[in-house]
């Protein structure tokens, strides 16, 4: 029986939170171990060359320089980090991103070397007595181009540049275009990205020869999986892998990857026989790895009236160079994900994965989400322009009706729940968009542009495959203390608060009486880690089927000290109580009834494993206002309206949150964010002095809404919050600044809509 003062739903302080703003977290490059040796990575400086040679010798005789790795070391004794195949990838060959360059340099930021030494001081400065003679060669930097038959090819043996095709849809595409009375047509380009999270990638690696057992810590999304690749990676493999995810300050997707840098650190400490740690630089981090960047052209066949008949995408991915673990998955969810809320029977959606001689790509917050977003709801504000239609209507018209779920889309996923409308119309009322078409119309010449935009998106949680799997194991000590180990491990989301609420209301403890375990590969035998929002609706919904193992053993045992049915057993504000009145006591503390517990069995451990049956889906509706300097194209955000229906919430406060971080990095996308290169594939957008994160001055206060449509996918009735955000917000974005652009003779501009960008569509329009 649930507690009658119910934690989830509570806004509660986030319990880890005290402990980091002391400065009590334990990140990788805080630790220290006894003998521990320091690595630095000598890097490409050249987007595609020949690699003539690597002399190491000078390096090697410095002072404090314990070993320099090159390719030419480990080429045939560690392999290449192999790719999670995908669906559409098929029998392709994939380039497999190798630990360290051998023969050729695909792209700058590279690992070419590494320097190990006593201090990283030695180790860095040893990197600039390395030398390398390269071969320029011409880099493949234009997916288009890289796209076509003729192209050169960047790798050879695979008789193509495309390396990855994933499609879908369904319904008579071409009847749909035939009987249309308009077509709309665009090209869109959605950048790449740098996640940029606060705590750059970085691993300590040990390994202990007497008991053949290497522990590796390291800030990843994923330690199960570095575990797996490691085991199968390393020549000799150690009897005993253990991984360890510390804190880590911010993955945002791009921490889920199997890194270079972890498997030659494992093999460094395995070969040394002492620990080495690495600690990446923010330009190393901003450089070697990224998001997004997509190129698509779309049609749509639109009736008259605002219906869209029918669709036609197709979508190129820039991979960069090689695959990393990830690599394949963001363009077969942006494959899927393009169909929006909408109600459109008639799809035919296309993408092809490219490489180029860029570093790889993965997924980024919203992995393919944001992605399709920018494609779906800009052609859906170009479809309304067409039509002389609000945006706002036309999305009403199209909308999947609230009494169709479950609905399956054309380009086949199962969306399993929802009432966009009612979110819409929330946060139409929020953003006062009435109010600011209003003041469009009023408007005279001399102030700024207004625009409002909107965007309307879902977005699936718990991933696919075995991503959907969760494991969990309760432990109650003698005391009534709780412990919840979890194979989800946090950089944000708050989890040991949101699993110790939802243990206070099935246990009846307090939830400061609750510990949560996490990232440690011993604790759990297998694990998805954090990604593809699983957090709660996976690993949450894992650990709420322990719980109820062991609120069903503490139930009984109080039954026994209360002299009453179980049934009549309550759990609840510390004590178990017995309902009915004449019990022969009414109440035992929580500690009792675990104390007697133990006494009859011993221990009380309870694990449970949990499959997602199917993705659950969010929804988000946001609402944009700007303001545009006429002379000069600055963009001000006035005003941001957002409407979330994440499912049921168990802390608002930890919701509200992710929202917030979600909606900044949108803003982010929308505005100042994108990784440029130069024609010789160099980064000009290389460190944080050129590549634009948003500030708390560009970032205005979130008004912020939900509405709850529980999933029947889950027990928690979870629908995952953390990308959600950043799916919408971006789109919501461009969407305001184009409609304040409206008078110009421009339809569209790629994202970030810089000053210069919207400046030179003024001038144009002027």
């Not at 929580?590 to 309870?606: K, P, Q, S, T």
């Amino acid at each position: 029986m649930a507690g009658a003062t119910p934690y989830r739903g509570r806004p509660l302080r986030r319990f880890e939170d005290e402990r980091l703003l002391r400065g009590e977290g334990s990140f990788v490059d805080d630790m220290h171990r006894p003998g521990m040796l320091h690595a630095s990575v000598l890097r490409s400086p050249h987007a595609h060359a020949r690699i003539r040679s690597v002399d190491a010798s000078r390096a090697r005789a410095m002072a404090g320089v314990v070993a320099v790795l090159t390719g030419d070391d480990v080429h045939g004794v560690l392999p290449n980090i192999a790719a999670v195949r995908r669906e559409g990838m098929g029998e392709t060959p994939i380039p497999e991103h190798p630990v360290l360059a051998h023969e050729r340099v695909c792209y700058v930021g590279q690992p070419v070397a590494i320097a190990v030494a006593e201090d990283r001081y030695a180790a860095r400065d040893a990197l600039d007595l390395i030398e390398v003679s390269y071969e320029p060669l011409e880099p493949l930097l234009d997916p288009r181009a890289a796209a076509e038959p003729d192209a050169p090819l960047l790798h050879a043996g695979g008789g193509s540049n495309v390396v990855l095709r994933t499609a879908a849809g369904a319904g008579d595409v071409e009847g749909a275009f035939a009987a249309a009375d308009h077509v709309v047509r665009a090209s869109f380009e959605v950048p790449r990205l740098a996640a940029v999270p606060m705590e750059c990638r970085a691993t300590l690696a040990e390994y202990d020869v007497s008991t053949d057992t290497l522990t590796v810590w390291t800030s990843t999304q994923v330690p199960h999986r570095v575990k797996t690749y490691l085991a199968n990676l390393l020549p000799e493999a150690p009897s005993h892998i253990r991984v360890i995810a510390p804190d880590v300050g911010g993955g945002f997707g791009r921490k889920i990857e199997v890194w270079p840098e972890e498997v030659a650190l494992a093999y460094l400490a395995q070969q040394l026989g002492r620990p080495v740690k690495w600690a990446e630089d923010r330009s190393e981090n901003v450089v070697t790895g990224h998001g997004r960047g997509f190129t698509a052209d779309v049609e749509a066949a639109v009736a008259s009236d605002g219906r869209v008949l029918g669709m036609r995408f197709r979508m190129l991915a820039d991979l960069g160079a090689f695959f990393l673990t990830s690599t394949g998955g963001p363009p077969g969810n942006a494959v899927q994900r393009v169909a929006g809320p909408y109600a459109i029977e008639a799809m035919d959606v296309e993408c092809l994965g490219v490489v180029t001689n860029r570093p790889p790509t993965g997924p980024y917050r919203g992995a393919g989400g944001p992605e399709a977003a920018v494609l779906i709801e800009r052609t859906m504000d170009l479809i309304a322009a067409e039509l002389g239609m609000d945006p706002v209507e036309l999305r009403r018209r199209n909308f999947i009706p609230a009494d169709a779920f479950p609905y399956e889309t054309a380009t086949g996923l199962t969306y399993d729940s929802g009432d966009f409308g009612r979110a819409l119309e929330r946060v139409l009322e929020l953003a006062g968009y009435d109010e600011v078409r209003e003041r469009q119309r009023a408007a005279g010449g001399d102030g700024p542009l207004i625009g409002i935009g909107v965007a309307t998106i879902v977005k699936a949680s718990g991933g696919k495959a075995n991503v959907r799997n969760g494991e969990a194991r309760v432990e109650i000590d003698a005391t009534g203390r709780v412990t919840i180990y979890t194979d989800v491990s946090p950089h944000g989301q708050g989890i040991e608060t949101s699993f110790a609420q939802i243990a206070a209301d099935l246990l009846g403890v307090p939830p400061e009486d609750v510990s949560v375990r996490h990232g440690d590969t011993d604790m759990l035998a297998t694990g998805g880690g954090t990604t593809s929002s699983r957090g709660l609706a996976v690993g949450g919904s894992a650990a709420y089927l322990a719980l109820e193992q062991a609120q069903e053993r503490l139930t009984r045992a109080a039954a026994t000290l209360l002299g009453c049915a179980p049934a009549d057993v309550s759990l609840a504000d510390g004590a178990a109580t017995a309902a009915p009145p004449g019990a022969s006591t009414g109440r035992v503390p929580i500690g009792e009834v675990a104390a007697a517990a133990h006494r009859e069995d011993g221990e009380l451990v309870f694990s449970a494993s949990y499959t997602l049956p199917a993705n659950p889906f969010a929804f988000a509706a946001h609402a944009a206002v700007v303001e545009i300097d006429r002379d000069t194209g600055d963009v001000a955000l006035v005003r941001f309206a957002a409407v979330h229906d994440c499912g049921r919430i168990i802390n608002p406060m930890i919701v509200r949150g992710q929202i917030h971080g979600g909606i900044t990095q949108g803003i982010g996308q929308a505005l100042s964010e994108a990784m440029v290169y130069d024609d010789d594939g160099q980064p000009l957008t290389g460190s944080l002095m050129t590549y634009g994160i948003p500030t708390a001055e560009t970032t205005p206060s979130f008004i912020l809404d939900h509405i709850e449509s529980p999933s029947p996918t889950n027990p928690l009735g979870i629908k995952g919050i953390g990308e959600l955000p950043t799916v919408a917000a971006p789109v919501a974005v461009a969407n305001a600044v184009m409609d304040a652009l409206r008078a110009t003779a421009t339809r569209h501009i790629d994202m970030p809509l810089l000053p210069e960008k919207v400046w030179r569509a003024l001038r144009e329009g002027a």
